[in-house]
């Protein structure tokens, strides 16, 4: 089966801690079904000091589950299901269900 989500995609939160924050995909770990969003999930990571970077208390993004995600929808904003579909074309694209607007650009 296609993967729905992809590097850069704008997605919501739907449940947990994080309910209802919004963010863009800045890695996907594919073999666990699970993506990082960036400014969601914050979790605190102790860092031993190196000669690059300064040691202490840092704040980063954690993992989160692609089932805990949802597309934002490109006309409205809210949260949407998305389909594939294939245009005149021949490419294979994502659609937002909600409004019927393309995703991929």
Do not use: C, W
């Amino acid at each position: 089966m296609a993967m729905k989500f992809k590097k850069g995609d704008k997605v919501i939160v739907t449940t947990g801690r994080d309910k209802g924050q919004a963010g863009s995909i800045l890695k996907m770990l594919r073999d666990e079904n699970r993506a990082i969003v960036q400014g969601v999930n914050m979790v605190k990571h102790h860092q031993k000091q190196t000669q690059t970077d300064e040691g202490g208390i840092i704040s980063k993004e954690a993992s989160i589950h692609l089932s805990n995600l949802m597309h934002v929808d490109p006309t409205d904003g809210k949260p949407t299901r998305v389909g594939f579909k294939i245009l005149e074309d021949g490419r294979k694209v994502r659609f937002a269900k909600r409004s019927g607007e393309v995703i991929d650009g």
